[in-house]
C-alpha cells in the first residue's frame, strides 16, 4: 500500500553538542540524514518525502540528497520552531488523501516491514505507532521519591514512524493549533480527539541519534547491516 511520509528535519540537535545539525553527521561514509530518507527512496511503496527544514539548511540538505540520485520526488517546506508546527507545515503541503508517516529525520535504521505493518494497520485502524516494550523497570516518582512502580508488561517506549489516515492527522493537527495546545508527538493529537491509536512493535535497532554514545550505537548497527 503507497504512503507519503513527512519528515521533520529543522531542529537544533542541542543534545548532541556537536556545534552544527546532528543530522548532518556521518555514520559511516554518509550522514544521519542521508541513512533516514535513504531507507523510503528504497521502499517501492513510498510515493513522496515532504521534508520541514530550516529554509538557511535547505541548500546544504539538498546537496547531501542529491549524493544518492534519489528519484523519488522531495519536497520542502518551511520548519516552525516547535516540532508541531514542522508536521503542520508538511500536512498543507501534501496534496492527496491517503496513508501519511511522520518520521524522525534522526532514525536511520528502520526496518521496512515495521513500515509495512504501520501502514496496514493505520489504513485499517486509523492511527498507528512504532513501539518498544520497556526493558527496565520503571518508577514513577516526584522530589526524587518514588511513588509507584508502573506494570513494565503495559509500557511502551514510543519511536516512529507514526502512521495516519490523512484526514486524521490533519484533524487532529488543526484542533491542536486552535486550540493553543502543544504535542510531544503526533499520536497525543490523534489521542485528543477521543480515536485509538495501535501500536506495532518496531525494532530496538530503531534507535534515535541524540547523544555522542547513539553515534557509536549508530556505527555498530550500520556494520551489523553491512
Known amino acids: ?22 543530522l548532518f553527521l556521518k555514520i559511516g561514509e554518509h550522514s544521519i540524514l542521508y541513512h533516514t530518507v535513504s531507507v523510503f527512496q528504497e521502499d517501492p511503496n513510498c510515493e513522496e518525502v515532504i521534508m520541514a527544514v530550516k529554509p538557511e539548511e535547505q541548500v546544504v ?5 542529491k549524493q544518492d540520485q534519489h528519484v523519488k520526488p522531495i519536497t520542502f517546506v518551511k520548519g516552525g520552531g516547535e516540532r508541531q508546527n514542522s508536521v503542520a507545515a508538511c500536512i498543507s503541503a ?8 511522520v518520521h524522525d529525520a534522526a532514525r536511520p535504521f528502520l526496518n521496512s516491514s515495521i513500515i509495512t505493518e504501520l ?24 522530589d526524587g521519591t518514588v511513588k509507584e512502580t508502573l506494570a ?13 489516515q490523512y484526514e ?3 484533524e487532529a493537527s488543526d484542533s491542536a493549533i486552535a486550540e493553543g495546545f502543544l504535542g510531544t508527538d503526533e499520536s497525543m493529537l490523534v489521542e485528543r480527539l477521543g480515536h485509538e491509536v495501535q501500536v506495532v ?7 534515535k ?8 550505537i549508530g556505527e555498530i548497527l550500520l556494520a551489523r547491516r553491512k
Request: proline letters at 2%; aromatic letters at 6%; zero cysteines.
Open 209 to 216: 541519534m541524540t547523544t555522542q554514545e547513539d553515534l557509536a
Open 1 to 22: 500500500m503507497k504512503y507519503t511520509v513527512m519528515i521533520p528535519a529543522a531542529g537544533s540537535g542541542k543534545r548532541m553538542g556537536a556545534g552544527q545539525n546532528k
Open 152 to 164: 513494565r508488561e503495559k509500557l511502551w517506549l514510543v519511536q516512529t514512524p507514526q502512521a495516519f
Open 119 to 142: 501502514v496496514r494497520t493505520a489504513n485499517e485502524k486509523g492511527a498507528a505507532i512504532a513501539a518498544v516494550k520497556a526493558k527496565d523497570t520503571i518508577k514513577y516518582a516526584e
Open 201 to 207: 512493535e518496531s525494532s530496538y535497532d530503531n534507535v
Open 94 to 101: 501534501y496534496k492527496g488523501k491517503g496513508i501519511v508517516l
Open 61 to 65: 540538505i539538498e546537496e547531501i540528497l
Open 168 to 170: 486524521l492527522l490533519k
